[in-house]
Structure formats: structure tokens, C-alpha cells
């Protein structure tokens, strides 16, 4: 089975510094999305992005967070200056058509990255 | 806005013996509904989902899981669980007009004895 690969797997950080999160979603995928889960929490929504521009946003992805598709394979999330509740395991997830939900189309998650902000 | 309740955050089940993990839902149309499970340092894998038809859904790894409208809930099961199946297993929703978020429970931490 096709999957998304997130670098790097572990990433510790100083309090105040930026961090960009990689990701290689499936080749054909239209549809990129990071989510992330505070150790003990919910899995939550960050963001949506599609042709270029966020989709949807939550209200946990601030104006300290952006995205980007650099290249035809890269996906990445930066966090522009870190917080200590910023660190979290963060799960990037891609799908082909985009209606993921009502078809028969899957949402691929990589196995994320654990970010620890000191 | 949705929301996913798991009520168990453990759970220990016998190699063999058959499981049940719960999950509730809270929306006011018809959800689509997730089981995801995840293995350590492995990324979050769909067992099944629910979206439309038949309420009883068959997954890949021997789950299957039952929309029950009623009780607003769509627990997973298993007949006979194997000591692979030990992982976190998650609920989840998306709902009509959404876009493709989905919004997770907390999970259920399995744990099989042999």
C-alpha cells in the first residue's frame, strides 16, 4: 500500500525557535492536511490544503504556523516560533479526490513526527 | 459541532477471546464514521468506515464495526482478537459539508494477554 513519509520521526527544539516538519505525501494525492495530538489528547485538525491554498483551518493554526508545497512532492508545516505547548506528535495525511469522506477514498497518515519544544 | 467519545481509555482482552470497543458520536445529521488504529511508531491506518448503506461495516484485520443511529453509536468489534491487535485504536467523524477534517475521540489503548 501506498504511504506518506514524515521527516524526521523525533525533533527537539528550544522554546522560541522555528521548526518545519516535512512530509511526502502520496505521489497522485490532491489533498494534504496536518493534525496533531498533545500527548493524551485528541487527535486534532490543523489545517487543509488544496491547490495551493488552505482549505479549512482550525483555530489551534495561528497566524506562529504556516504551510507550504515547495516542490511537486513536499508538504510542510512550519512552526515560526515554538511554544512549550507546542510540542506534540504532529500527523501529516493525504487523499486523492478530495471527498474522502462520502467515497470510497482514503485518508493516508504518515506516521508522524514527535515534536519536544524545551 | 461533532464530537467522538471513547469511553475506555484501557482495555486488556485474552488472545482469542472477542472485543468490543466503544464509540459515540454527537451530531445531528448522519456522520461518517472512522475506526483508525495505530501501532507504535507507525502511522494511523484505517481499519473502516461508515458513510452510507448497509449499518454493519466489515474492516480489513477481521473488524467490523455497527452504525446503530439510535444510540449514536458505532462500536468496533472483533470475534477473536490476536496478540498483533495490540494498539490505539480511534473513533472518528466527519460530517456533510466538512471538507475532509475529521474530528478524532481519544482512543482506546488495547492490550492483549497470551
Known amino acids: 500500500e501506498p504511504e506518506v513519509t514524515q521527516t524526521p520521526s523525533h525533533q527537539v527544539t528550544q522554546m522560541g525557535q522555528e521548526v518545519i516538519l516535512r512530509c511526502v505525501p502520496i505521489?497522485?494525492?490532491?489533498?494534504f492536511y496536518w493534525y496533531r495530538q498533545i500527548l493524551g489528547q485528541k487527535v486534532e485538525f490543523l489545517v487543509s490544503f488544496y491547490n495551493n491554498e488552505i482549505s479549512e483551518k482550525s483555530e489551534i493554526f495561528d497566524d506562529q504556523f504556516s504551510v507550504e508545497r515547495p516542490d511537486g512532492s513536499n508538504f510542510t508545516l512550519k512552526i515560526r516560533s515554538t511554544k512549550l505547548e507546542d510540542s506534540a506528535m504532529y500527523f501529516c495525511a493525504s487523499s486523492g479526490a478530495g471527498a474522502a469522506l462520502a467515497t470510497n477514498e482514503k485518508l493516508f497518515f504518515g506516521s508522524g513526527t514527535q515534536l519536544s519544544v524545551l | 459541532a461533532q464530537s467522538v467519545t471513547q469511553p475506555d481509555i484501557h482495555i486488556t482482552v485474552s488472545e482469542g477471546a472477542s472485543l468490543e470497543l466503544r464509540c459515540n458520536y454527537s451530531y445531528g445529521a448522519t456522520p461518517y464514521l472512522f475506526w483508525y488504529v495505530q501501532s507504535p511508531g507507525q502511522g494511523l491506518q484505517l481499519l473502516l468506515k461508515?458513510?452510507?448503506?448497509?449499518?454493519l461495516v466489515q474492516g480489513i484485520k477481521g473488524f467490523e464495526a455497527e452504525f446503530k443511529r439510535s444510540q449514536s453509536s458505532f462500536n468496533l468489534r472483533k470475534p477473536s482478537v490476536h496478540w498483533s491487535d495490540a494498539a490505539e485504536y480511534f473513533c472518528a467523524v466527519g460530517v456533510t459539508g466538512g471538507g475532509n477534517k475529521l474530528t478524532f475521540g481519544t482512543g482506546t489503548q488495547l492490550k492483549v494477554e497470551l
Open positions: 505521489s497522485n494525492h490532491l489533498y
Open positions: 461508515y458513510f452510507s448503506g448497509d449499518t
